[in-house]
């Protein structure tokens, strides 16, 4: 069992930057896939970025390539999403979520945290 909260949600101006942090619960950890996912309201969940347990691969969706940052700190247990230039359309709640192998596909992660708002104002 991976438990997962996120933090560091908020409201930021458009051009602006937030750093977003789950951390999980469990020995664990070190071993899951990681992933964030997000979805706006009348949207599905889309993929947003994943790394993998050994930090050697990382994947991003098309829509945040070059703004976006994943990372983590296995020390930490925590997982960690670097925002940056931030877009109106980039406001959702931002989920992260584990697997044992990082994917884009939310059907392939059992666990998830509860979610935190990230609002862009233009």
């Known amino acids: 069992q991976v438990q997962l909260v996120e933090s560091g949600g908020g409201l930021v101006q458009a051009g602006g930057s937030l750093r977003l942090s789950c951390a999980a619960s469990?020995?664990?950890?070190?071993?899951?896939?990681m992933g964030w996912f997000r979805q706006a309201p009348g949207k599905e969940r889309e993929f947003v970025a994943a790394?993998?347990?050994?930090?050697?691969?990382?994947r991003y969706g098309d829509s945040v390539k070059g703004r976006f940052t994943i990372s983590r700190d296995n020390a930490k247990n925590t997982v960690y999403l670097q925002m940056n230039s931030l877009k109106p359309e980039d406001t959702a709640v931002y989920y992260c979520?584990?697997?044992?192998?990082?994917?884009?596909?939310?059907?392939?992660?059992?666990?998830w945290g509860q979610g935190t708002q990230v609002t862009v104002s233009s």
């Open positions: 790394i993998s347990w050994s930090v050697a691969g990382t």
């Open positions: 979520a584990a697997a044992r192998v990082a994917s884009t596909s939310a059907l392939e992660y059992p666990y």
């Open positions: 469990g020995r664990t950890f070190s071993y899951y896939g």
